[in-house]
C-alpha cells in the first residue's frame, strides 16, 4: 500500500501544465503590462503640473545701521527652500564644525542676488568697506536666535542659508553661515571662529581693534571677530564670556559646497531706508502691533486627476488597454474551466495504473512450505510444488 500511495503521489507531481498554453499565458501577461504602465509614465508629467508653478515663501526684515532704519521685503521660492531642506542632518554635520563649508553656498544663484542687494544699498550710501560688512553683520544679527532642539528636536541642525531666512533665524552657527556666504560673495576674506560651545565668522582687516586672530600663524592676515547673534556686537567685540577663551579658525572650503539642481527668479526688492522713529529695536513695517512676522503658506492647488487626462487626452489608447483587459480576464476563465478535466483524467489514468501494477507486484504464498513467491510465479520456487 506504502509504495502505491508513493507512486500516485509521484504521478501527480510529474503532471505539468500545457507548455503551449504557459507560454501563451506570459506573453499576454508581458504585452498587458506594456500597454498599462507606458502610458502611466507618459501621461505623468503633464498631470503633476499646476496652474501656479512657483510659489514663494513672503519675508520681511527690518534693522538698523547708523541711526537709520532698514525694511526688506523677500520672496523666497519654495523650491529652493525644500531643495536644502531635503539634506539630512548626517550629511550636514558628518566633518563637524571644521566642515561647515558645505553650508557655505556662495553659488546659490539667490544669495549671490541678495548679497548684490545690500552691496548696492551700501553704495547708495556710500559707505566704505568696514561699513559695508557692519551693515550686513547688523542685518544678520536682526534675525530672532532660536535653539535647534526647540525648533528641529535635533541638539546639532546647521542650517543653510536660505533656511535661516525662511525660518526666521536660527542659532550661532546659522547666522554665522548666513554672514559668512554674504561677505564672502561680496569679497571679503572670511574664516570660521569656533570658542567653546559658540559659533562666529572672523573678517579679513588691517589696523581695527578689538579681537582679532593672525591665520595662519606667520601669515600676516589678520581676522577681525563677528559675532552673529544679538544687536550691537561691532567688528572685533568678543562677548566677555569668551574673554581669555582659546578658539578654533577653520578657513572655508568653498568648493565642497551643496549646489542644488534648481534655477530661481532674480530678486527684485531692495533694501528701504527710513529715518529711525521711536524705538531703537526694529520691527516690520508691515506688523503694527510689534509682532514677528510670520511665513505665508504657499498656495498648492490640486493635481487634476490622472483617470481624466488619460481618457479625455488619449482615447484610442484607453480603448486599447480596456480591449485588452477583457481579453486577458477571457482567457484566464477558458483556463480555470479547461485544467481541471485534464488533471481529472490523467490523475484518474494514474490511479489505475498504480492499481493494476499492484495487483500483479501482489506476493504469493505456498500453502505446503509457506514460501514467499512473486506474484507471477505459477510453482513454489522453494518446494516446486504447483501454487497457482
Same mark, same amino acid.
Given at each position: 500500500?506504502?509504495?502505491?500511495?508513493?507512486?500516485?503521489?509521484?504521478?501527480?507531481?510529474?503532471?505539468?501544465?500545457?507548455?503551449?498554453?504557459?507560454?501563451?499565458?506570459?506573453?499576454?501577461?508581458?504585452?498587458?503590462?506594456?500597454?498599462?504602465?507606458?502610458?502611466?509614465?507618459?501621461?505623468?508629467?503633464?498631470?503633476?503640473?499646476?496652474?501656479?508653478?512657483?510659489?514663494?515663501?513672503?519675508?520681511?526684515?527690518?534693522?538698523?545701521?547708523?541711526?537709520?532704519?532698514?525694511?526688506?521685503?523677500?520672496?523666497?521660492?519654495?523650491?529652493?527652500?525644500?531643495?536644502?531642506?531635503?539634506?539630512?542632518?548626517?550629511?550636514?554635520?558628518?566633518?563637524?564644525?571644521?566642515?561647515?563649508?558645505?553650508?557655505?553656498?556662495?553659488?546659490?544663484?539667490?544669495?549671490?542676488?541678495?548679497?548684490?542687494?545690500?552691496?548696492?544699498?551700501?553704495?547708495?550710501?556710500?559707505?566704505?568697506?568696514?561699513?559695508?560688512?557692519?551693515?550686513?553683520?547688523?542685518?544678520?544679527?536682526?534675525?530672532?536666535? /532660536? =535653539?535647534?532642539? #526647540? %525648533?528641529?528636536?535635533?541638539?546639532?541642525?546647521? !542650517?543653510?542659508?536660505?533656511?535661516? &531666512?525662511?525660518?526666521?533665524?536660527?542659532?550661532?552657527?546659522?547666522?554665522?553661515?548666513?554672514?559668512?556666504?554674504?561677505?564672502?560673495?561680496?569679497?571679503?576674506?572670511?574664516?570660521?571662529?569656533?570658542?567653546?560651545?559658540?559659533?562666529?565668522?572672523?573678517?579679513?582687516?588691517?589696523?581695527?581693534?578689538?579681537?582679532?586672530?593672525?591665520?595662519?600663524?606667520?601669515?600676516?592676515?589678520?581676522?577681525?571677530?563677528?559675532?552673529?547673534?544679538?544687536?550691537?556686537?561691532?567688528?572685533?567685540?568678543?562677548?566677555?564670556?569668551?574673554?581669555?577663551?582659546?578658539?578654533?579658525?577653520?578657513?572655508?572650503?568653498?568648493?565642497?559646497?551643496?549646489?542644488?539642481?534648481?534655477?530661481?527668479?532674480?530678486?527684485?526688492?531692495?533694501?528701504?531706508?527710513?529715518?529711525?522713529?521711536?524705538?531703537?529695536?526694529?520691527?516690520?513695517?508691515?506688523?503694527?502691533?510689534? /509682532? =514677528?512676522?510670520? #511665513? %505665508?503658506?504657499?498656495?498648492?492647488?490640486?493635481? !487634476?486627476?490622472?483617470?481624466?487626462? &488619460?481618457?479625455?487626452?488619449?482615447?484610442?489608447?484607453?480603448?486599447?488597454?480596456?480591449?485588452?483587459?477583457?481579453?486577458?480576464?477571457?482567457?484566464?476563465?477558458?483556463?480555470?474551466?479547461?485544467?481541471?478535466?485534464?488533471?481529472?483524467?490523467?490523475?484518474?489514468?494514474?490511479?489505475?495504473?498504480?492499481?493494476?501494477?499492484?495487483?500483479?507486484?501482489?506476493?504469493?504464498?505456498?500453502?505446503?512450505?509457506?514460501?514467499?513467491?512473486?506474484?507471477?510465479?505459477?510453482?513454489?520456487?522453494?518446494?516446486?510444488?504447483?501454487?497457482?
Amino acid at each position: 500500500m506504502r509504495a502505491s500511495t508513493l507512486r500516485l503521489l509521484n504521478g501527480q507531481v510529474m503532471k505539468a501544465p500545457n507548455s503551449k498554453h504557459r507560454t501563451l499565458t506570459l506573453a499576454l501577461i508581458a504585452v498587458l503590462t506594456f500597454i498599462i504602465s507606458t502610458p502611466m509614465v507618459l501621461v505623468h508629467p503633464v498631470v503633476a503640473q499646476t496652474d501656479q508653478p512657483t510659489e514663494y515663501y513672503d519675508k520681511c526684515f527690518a534693522w538698523d545701521y547708523e541711526g537709520r532704519h532698514w525694511t526688506w521685503n523677500l520672496s523666497i521660492p519654495k523650491v529652493l527652500y525644500e531643495a536644502y531642506k531635503e539634506i539630512p542632518v548626517y550629511t550636514r554635520t558628518r566633518n563637524g564644525p571644521a566642515g561647515y563649508g558645505f553650508l557655505t553656498t556662495t553659488e546659490d544663484y539667490y544669495m549671490k542676488a541678495l548679497a548684490e542687494k545690500l552691496n548696492d544699498s551700501a553704495n547708495q550710501m556710500e559707505y566704505g568697506s568696514y561699513d559695508k560688512v557692519s551693515f550686513v553683520l547688523a542685518f544678520v544679527q536682526s534675525l530672532p536666535y /532660536t =535653539s535647534d532642539n #526647540v %525648533t528641529t528636536g535635533f541638539d546639532e541642525y546647521p !542650517r543653510f542659508p536660505i533656511e535661516t &531666512l525662511v525660518d526666521d533665524g536660527g542659532d550661532c552657527e546659522d547666522t554665522s553661515i548666513l554672514f559668512a556666504t554674504i561677505t564672502l560673495i561680496m569679497g571679503y576674506g572670511t574664516v570660521y571662529i569656533n570658542p567653546p560651545e559658540h559659533y562666529a565668522v572672523g573678517i579679513l582687516r588691517n589696523g581695527l581693534h578689538g579681537t582679532s586672530w593672525e591665520y595662519p600663524q606667520g601669515s600676516n592676515k589678520t581676522y577681525y571677530y563677528c559675532e552673529t547673534t544679538g544687536d550691537g556686537f561691532k567688528i572685533g567685540q568678543l562677548p566677555d564670556e569668551f574673554t581669555g577663551q582659546n578658539a578654533y579658525i577653520y578657513p572655508i572650503d568653498q568648493s565642497t559646497q551643496f549646489v542644488p539642481a534648481v534655477t530661481v527668479t532674480p530678486l527684485e526688492a531692495t533694501p528701504t531706508e527710513a529715518p529711525v522713529t521711536g524705538s531703537s529695536t526694529p520691527t516690520p513695517t508691515a506688523n503694527i502691533d510689534n /509682532t =514677528s512676522p510670520t #511665513v %505665508t503658506d504657499p498656495n498648492i492647488q490640486q493635481v !487634476r486627476p490622472l483617470s481624466v487626462n &488619460l481618457i479625455g487626452q488619449n482615447p484610442l489608447l484607453f480603448i486599447l488597454i480596456a480591449t485588452a483587459i477583457v481579453v486577458s480576464f477571457g482567457l484566464a476563465i477558458w483556463s480555470v474551466r479547461r485544467r481541471p478535466k485534464q488533471d481529472a483524467v490523467d490523475l484518474s489514468s494514474t490511479q489505475t495504473n498504480d492499481e493494476s501494477k499492484g495487483t500483479e507486484n501482489a506476493d504469493k504464498f505456498c500453502i505446503y512450505c509457506g514460501g514467499n513467491n512473486k506474484g507471477y510465479a505459477v510453482f513454489c520456487e522453494k518446494c516446486g510444488k504447483q501454487i497457482g
